[in-house]
């Protein structure tokens, strides 16, 4: 299957700062790339589609001006958190789509800690 | 809307020891079923899966079957192995929006 790493692993910012995450298919080209989030002992939540080109698509609910979304080229799509806020801190992680309609390779995921 | 209900862990265990993680959906239709693994340190995996009723997924030891009359995809394992050790996720697909939805995950903790 597909590789996925993100970058960073973890990080710690004060309140107010932005952060970028990086998602990197390793191995795969992937026009379309899933951002997710999951809160402590809560599920997965879908936040946005990310589309290689054009404009993310967002969930219900998630703010696209906080939560910036760019899929520059093939492998690599990036998620930036906006002045960001204690209620941001949260576990982010991204997927991309196998050639299978069930499948889809997840990277490692991001903990984000926002002071 | 769709919901995937799975049992609070950890759920701790000694080697060898007979396993069942429970989870339970709510969907419209006829969802696809699916069992994730994340590894310490690793990205989700997929498990298993079923795409119907009565279907039986299996890999590496583990099986569950696709229960449509009490909407269940219950995990098990006759022997576990401290390898085993991991966040297990249900998750189903299904619906107009063909999204995944997962369930809150459950820690397995084996040990030797």
């Known amino acids: 299957g597909a590789v996925v790493s993100q970058h960073p692993s973890w990080v710690i910012c004060k309140s107010g700062t932005s952060v970028k995450i990086e998602c990197r298919s390793l191995d795969f080209q992937a026009t379309t790339m899933f951002w997710y989030r999951q809160f402590p002992k809560q599920s997965l939540m879908l936040m946005a589609t990310s589309n290689e080109g054009s404009k993310a698509t967002y969930e219900q609910g998630v703010e696209k001006d906080k939560f910036l979304i760019n899929h520059a080229s093939l492998t690599l799509s990036t998620l930036t958190v906006t002045s960001a806020h204690p209620e941001d801190s949260s576990f982010y992680i991204c997927?991309?789509?196998?050639?299978?309609?069930?499948?889809?390779?997840f990277g490692p995921g991001t903990r984000l800690t926002v002071l | 809307g769709n919901s995937v209900t799975q049992m609070e862990g950890p759920v701790t265990l000694s080697e060898e020891a007979f396993l069942t993680i429970n989870c339970t959906y709510t969907a419209t239709g006829y969802p696809s079923l699916f069992w994730y693994v994340q590894y310490p340190g690793e990205g989700l995996q997929l498990l298993l899966k079923a795409t119907k009723a009565d279907d039986k997924g299996s890999n590496k030891g583990f099986e569950a079957t696709y229960r449509k009359e009490t909407t269940s995809f219950h995990l098990e394992k006759g022997s576990v192995q401290v390898s085993d050790s991991a966040v297990y996720f249900c998750a189903l697909r299904g619906g107009a929006t063909n999204k995944l939805i997962f369930g809150t995950g459950t820690l397995l903790a084996v040990q030797p």
């Open positions: 997927s991309l789509p196998g050639t299978g309609t069930d499948t889809q390779y």
